[in-house]
């Protein structure tokens, strides 16, 4: 059974502090996204890791791809009250059925 | 461009009724994508469709059908609403390139449903 898990559910975190949200998926998939969702809002796409060793930036946000070791990471730099939101990694794969599983979701939110 | 919309936004139902949500899209994707959204949890796909007239079952699909009879619109219908299918429903779509090696999915705004 195909999981995906992120960790930290929650996270609260200080203006101008960097932190990592980590993603973790159980089976065989070379691709991987991530998304943000602001409260009572729909999914935003930010990034779309299709290999091993893809890093991807967008301004405060860098996300990568361990496909050997099934995980992905998130990291935020220098984070601004902007980036509060929850962050979502999902993976696709198919094996006679096509599956596309989030992750469980971080809610992240940065302090003043 | 209205990119993923969804009608409607937000209904009640009571235990047993129908009803039927639509997704539309103006983006000529070929995949279409129902998902629920529950409190503490991530997304769950109930059904996809990888093309006109075609539609496949996802991870939670008991208690829903799904049509796409054209290419733009996928619907969602639910035929004796109970309350566990209170959530909030999102429609997705994408346009895999060559080989389907990129499957960004672009996001509705959400129906809200809750079923007393």
């Known amino acids: 059974e195909l999981k995906v898990e992120q960790n930290p559910l929650f996270l609260s975190m200080q203006e101008g502090k960097n932190y990592t949200i980590y993603c973790n998926y159980s089976t065989t998939s070379d691709r991987l996204y991530w998304y943000r969702q602001d409260p009572g809002k729909s999914l935003e796409s930010l990034f779309v890791?299709?290999?091993?060793?893809a890093v991807k930036q967008e301004g405060r946000l860098m996300a990568s791809l361990d496909t050997k070791a099934r995980l992905s990471t998130l990291h935020i730099t220098a984070a601004v009250h902007d980036l509060s939101a929850t962050y979502f990694c999902?993976?696709?794969?198919?094996?006679?059925?096509?599956?596309?599983?989030f992750g469980t979701g971080t809610r992240l939110k940065v302090l003043a | 461009n209205a990119g993923v919309t969804q009608t409607p936004k937000f209904r009640v139902l009571k235990t047993g009724q129908s009803m039927t949500l639509l997704c539309a899209q103006d983006m000529n994707h070929e995949y279409m994508y129902w998902y629920r959204q529950d409190p503490g949890m991530g997304l769950r796909l109930i059904h996809y469709?990888?093309?006109?007239?075609?539609?496949a079952k996802g991870e939670v699909p008991d208690g829903y059908n799904v049509s796409r009879l054209k290419k733009q619109n996928f619907l969602l219908g639910l035929e004796s609403a109970a309350p566990s299918q209170t959530s909030v429903y999102f429609c997705?779509?994408?346009?895999?390139?060559?080989?389907?090696?990129?499957?960004?999915?672009?996001f509705g705004p959400g129906t809200r449903l809750l079923v007393l």
């Open positions: 997705a779509s994408s346009y895999p390139t060559s080989g389907a090696t990129q499957e960004t999915q672009y």
């Open positions: 469709s990888v093309g006109e007239g075609t539609t």
């Open positions: 999902a993976v696709d794969t198919y094996s006679g059925t096509y599956k596309y599983i």
């Open positions: 890791l299709l290999s091993n060793g």
